[in-house]
């Protein structure tokens, strides 16, 4: 078995794939998937796993060098900005429109949808190097 925290086999296999400049999203219930990119459903209830529980076990394996949210996130769900920034103290930060953000997941290795149930809680993970 594996020793690391990341033992979902789906999402384990997404990063050990993944190389520099490459992107993994993680999102709400509610975030539309395009049928393109590969979705890794982890929801089983509302809240279950939460967004942020979910972020945290990905950061354990992924070297993340620049983070994408939605730019309404700072209006609409700022408590959750709080959360993320400071899982981030040192990552840039980049601020989209929503509706841009849908239309990169055309580009992720994949999207791992929890069930978390609040607004604009959704991000876009840009692989860095680890050397």
Known sequence: MKKTQVI???ISRVIS???HFDTLSIGDAGMPVPRETEK???AVSKGIPSFLQVLDNV???LEVQRVYLAEEIKTQNPAQLKAIEERFPKTELVFIPHAEMKQDLRKCHA???TGEMTPYSNIILESGVTF
Do not use: A, C, W
């Open 40 to 42: 890794i459903d982890l």
């Open 8 to 10: 979902n086999s789906d």
């Open 111 to 113: 999207f791992i949808r």
């Open 59 to 61: 950061l354990t394996e």
């Open 17 to 19: 794939q993944m190389g």
